[in-house]
């Protein structure tokens, strides 16, 4: 039988790590290519991993609540044919190829305590564990040293002292972390400018409400971020250039520009405590209504945790709209390694020319980032002239 080891692939840029919730299949089950195989929890969602072979699975390495690295070995496959291979070690159990659990983290406190028994009372290191308090920093005025209770509550009085005077800090959490590592990656190493421009929103609303009257019941509700997708998948289509992303570094031999199969596009969610980028892939040969009911089941899942691997990476390009309640005008920063992001202002009525004469119409002003290192200013100005253009007046893809 020839063996296939299963192991934990990246999914998106600064994921590290990530935890196993739960194997979809168990032990003697056949496993197909392509199939959710197990669900493992990242910094910022839960995903599905899906398998990179088919095969009956014969091992699990990796158990539910196990933090596994990026790359590490978590199953066994056997795809039930026979191959000569050279001599290898007749098994590798579990406990020898899963990463080797590694022991608890003694507390500071507990390290503290032990470091200092022969010079603190009992009392005091149960004072100093349940305030957090090292015994390294306190001073005994005990005989020889020796750390008393009182040393210890004197300590805490003071700390909570200071803290009643200052605001507490707030550690980050995982999802945060996730998106301070990559905002703080995208500002250090990708090169960014911007260009803006308004657009009229009068063709899309009034198709917008055409289409609401036509639909059938229980079809998804377009929204204007429809719209925008469509509009800026065409627009990526007619910009070849522009729909790819910068790979190596800008003196290797080797620095290029990989282009993209099709118009992957990212779409900014707000979660509790952060945001997500799940991906919409192959928008340019999605309908209006197909790509209403796609986008809809895609924001519900990320919003619910419940986004899978194919969701969470692909992406050249994203959409960041705030939607009524958003600024007037803001500017996005890209999403590595991602090369632009479209920043959508709120939708407000304002004064436009039409025909010499000023009219008011629904306007939002439109801001996109894009990475210097693949397009420069006239590419992305001529870039989103041609999306406000369909927008305003192109015949849409129902």
């Not at 991993?49 to 539910?64: D, F, H, N, R």
């Not at 390290?111 to 015994?135: C, F, K, M, T, V």
């Amino acid at each position: 039988m020839t063996r296939i080891l299963i192991e934990i692939p990246r999914v998106g840029l600064v994921m590290e790590t990530a935890r196993v919730l739960r194997w979809l299949k168990d032990i003697g089950d056949t496993v197909v290519s392509g199939e959710p195989l197990l669900e493992v929890e990242t910094e910022k969602t839960t995903v599905e991993i899906e398998a990179s072979s088919t095969g009956k699975l014969v091992e699990i390495l990796a158990v539910p609540e196990q933090e596994v690295a990026i790359g590490a070995a978590i199953a066994w496959l056997e795809d039930g044919q026979a191959e000569a291979l050279p001599a290898t070690p007749a098994a590798v159990t579990a406990a020898e190829a899963a990463p080797e659990a590694a022991p608890a983290p003694a507390s500071r406190e507990s390290i503290a305590a032990d470091g200092n028994r022969q010079r603190s009372s009992p009392a005091a290191r149960r004072l100093a564990a349940n305030h957090g308090i090292e015994l390294s920093s306190i001073r005994g005025t005990g005989p020889g040293g020796r750390i008393q209770l009182e040393d210890v509550e004197a300590l805490a009085a003071q700390a909570q002292g200071a803290a009643a005077a200052a605001p507490e800090a707030v550690p980050l959490s995982p999802m945060r972390r996730a998106v301070a590592r990559a905002m703080t990656l995208s500002n250090a190493t990708v090169p960014q400018f911007t260009v803006s421009r308004s657009v009229d929103w009068t063709e899309v609303l009034s198709l917008q409400s055409s289409l609401a009257a036509d639909s059938p019941p229980g079809a998804a509700r377009l929204s204007i971020n429809d719209f925008l997708l469509q509009a800026l998948a065409l627009t990526l289509v007619a910009f070849p250039s522009m729909n790819g992303v910068f790979a190596g570094h800008p003196d290797a031999p080797d620095a290029r520009i990989v282009p993209a199969a099709g118009a992957n596009i990212g779409l900014v969610v707000a979660v509790a405590g952060g945001m997500l980028v799940p991906v919409l892939s192959g928008v340019e040969s999605l309908g209006l209504r197909e790509l209403a009911c796609r986008r809809s089941d895609l924001v519900a899942r990320a919003r619910d945790g419940r986004l899978r691997q194919e969701d969470a990476s692909g992406a050249t390009f994203s959409i960041s709209n705030m939607g009524t309640g958003g600024p007037d005008r803001f500017t996005a920063m890209l999403n590595p390694p991602e090369s632009g992001i479209l920043a959508v202002g709120r939708m407000r009525d304002m004064p436009v020319v039409r025909d010499r004469s000023v009219v008011v119409r629904p306007c939002s002003d439109l801001t996109l980032t894009l990475d210097h290192r693949v397009a420069d200013g006239k590419l992305g100005s001529d870039f989103l002239a041609r999306l406000t253009n369909i927008l305003e007046q192109h015949e849409w893809l129902i």
